[in-house]
């Protein structure tokens, strides 16, 4: 089956230019995907959602509180991405940017590989680029960014608003800290070179909060990319970023791109959705099982195990953000390739590879364009740059695959009109009754396969805080499980379920997912934690649009006297 690059997606037809500020405060709603999301439909002011460059807001990180959880609009994005500018991918930024934008984004991040290549000439030429990406995208929220090859470790995402340093931040954290290009890459062990290369992404971490400190740019973040591909991103490695740097390093992929890699017939049959195709190496931290290596309902391990580690985190009390998205490098069966090389030339001649065209013929690939299967949807308050990074930092997002709900509004309840939503904090009284309330806005329109997705069920998954954890590297949350399900299947339009919590006893946190209902089975921690949690698929057998889900982040609530 093939899939050609339509008219939209070709370099060579320019990108329409619209002015924000032209718009309608009901086409900007419509262009935020919010459309027919009742919980959202008086959430924002029309100057606000008009000023693309948003102003600072005053969250921490921890969410609010205090008070009532604030009426959000959630923005559709994907801080993933790769264009001719990292070394193995293919499309050029009008490809991606006009691509994200017939899939529904509102926001995207260009997050180009470190090399040489790049290292010299790339940030700076790409920029200009960015610029005009921009430009030709009013309406589109584009960041520049850097994958990050972690000392030791994997990859993330860097990326800052707009401004005056926003090419010099990227350029000088490449060369003084990436792992690649300094050789700073063993992670095993027992390796001589271990502890100085975990030493020295604490240090990038701590360097890069120190620029957003002293204001050298707006704001900064950093997100850990496909942390279980490898096995090599340690529990304690996880820990020490997130706590070096609170507020920069606020998260992981939950669910890894590249989702269309073992769509059956289309490629090897060994694939593994999110090419999660690898076995543990030298350099892989040993107290991984080796289940961790592949992906469940095409989620990341860490993140699809209840009990596992991300609700290991979680269960610190701390704030640990998922997101989901494209990593699109290049798309499976379409039909463009990289052009030849000047004679002569290489990457790290340009930091640049040269511009694809069209064969006509069906290429490999094993990814999606940005927004058509991998969604992560960030609550705002305001429509700009740093509201869009402030909404990622306070963890108000929800992730989804295949279109598969239009909306969901989570909010915890107390007695006495307080409120929390996702990534926020309940001050509760001991004994106070508590409520969870969760809107869902089913799916309104057939997704870019072709299907009208239909949510079959919303699950409660309930864990106990219990502080700091007394090892680092444990991955286990023995206090965590499915509390509660409700079926919903059939169920179209808008409806809200409200779920009694109980009394308030001790602090905890709740996180929600749900499925189409096609696969599911005994989580990977026993089916007294998790009865019907994500399974992997058999090599080369997962075809992504027939086993989608959505999580949530957390809401936490906490004991006042």
Known sequence: MSHPVPEWADPRVPAQSLDPQGLSRRALMRRAGLFGAAFAAASL???????????????NGQGHAHGRAPDLVYLVGDHHNHSVYSHDAKYTFSQLATAGKQFGLDWMVFTEHSNFGHAEFGAAREHQEILKARADNRRMLIFQGLEWYIPGAEHCTVFSPPGRHEVELLTRFEAAFDGKLLGYTAGAPAHP??????????????????QRRTRYVDDVLVLANHPMRLGIDSPHEMRAWRDAAPGI???????????????????PDTNIRG???NSPSADSWPGYPREAYVTYGGFDWATATVGGLWDAMLAEGKLFTITSNSDVHRVAQDTWVNGPWPPGQGFDDTGHVPDPYDTTEPQPGGD???????????????YGYRDVMEGLRAGRVWV??????????VKVRGEHGNSATLGGRLRARRGEKLTLTVTVTAASRRNPHGLLPSLEHVDVIR??????????DDWHAPDTRLAHTSDVSGRRGTYTLRIPVGRADEPFYLRLRGSDGRRHGKGFLGAAVDPHGPLPHEPGKGDPWLDTWFYTNPVFVDIVR
């Open 193 to 210: 070179d271990t502890p100085r290369n975990e030493a020295h992404a604490v240090e990038a971490l701590k360097w890069l909060a120190e």
């Open 463 to 472: 864990g106990a805080v219990r502080g700091p954890a007394a090892d680092p």
């Open 249 to 267: 390093m606020i998260g992981m992929e939950g669910a890894p791109g590249a989702q269309a890699g073992a769509i059956p017939g289309w490629h």
């Open 368 to 382: 999606f364009w940005p927004g058509q299967f991998s969604r992560t949807h960030v609550g705002v308050t305001r």
């Open 45 to 59: 002011p029309l100057p606000a959602l008009a000023d693309q460059r948003g102003s600072r807001s005053q969250g």
């Open 400 to 409: 989804d695959h295949g279109h598969l709900i239009d909306g969901i509004d």
């Open 275 to 277: 090419e999660y195709t």
